[in-house]
Nanobody, 118 residues
Framework: QVQLVESGGGLVQAGGSLRLSCAAS????????MAWFRRSPGKEREFVAH????????YYTDSVKGRFTISRDNAKNTVYLQMNSLKPEDTAVYYC???????????WGQGTQVTVSS
């Protein structure tokens, strides 16, 4: 069974940058799509970014376009989220998710906290 482990969260000032990583176990990482989601205090979980299994296709929620970049290294079984120009409203727990043999994201990591101070 695939397991996902996020890392790279922390406290950063507004305008700063962080890079999140999500390491996946298993040998079939290069066959499934990946995504990042986030949950802010008092809000529903929201989609942030998606990347296809090959890395050739990406898309983002409007609020992060131009600031965040999703990428993956299939040789390292890892997906990344580079976050630049961070804003206080980006404060959330960030989760990576995998879409494995399903039409929905059905495997989730435990999350990593990102806090952006003003």
């Amino acid at each position: 069974q695939v397991q996902l482990v996020e890392s790279g969260g922390g406290l950063v000032q507004a305008g700063g940058s962080l890079r999140l990583s999500c390491a996946a176990s298993g040998r079939t990482f290069n066959t499934y799509n990946m995504a990042w989601f986030r949950r802010s205090p008092g809000k529903e979980r929201e989609f942030v970014a998606h990347i296809s299994w090959s890395g050739s296709s990406t898309y983002y929620t409007d609020s992060v376009k131009g600031r965040f970049t999703i990428s993956r290294d299939n040789a390292k079984n890892t997906v990344y989220l580079q976050m630049n120009s961070l804003k206080p409203e980006d404060t959330a727990v960030y989760y990576c998710a995998a879409n494995i043999g399903s039409t929905v994201y059905n495997v989730w990591g435990q999350g990593t906290q990102v806090t952006v101070s003003s």
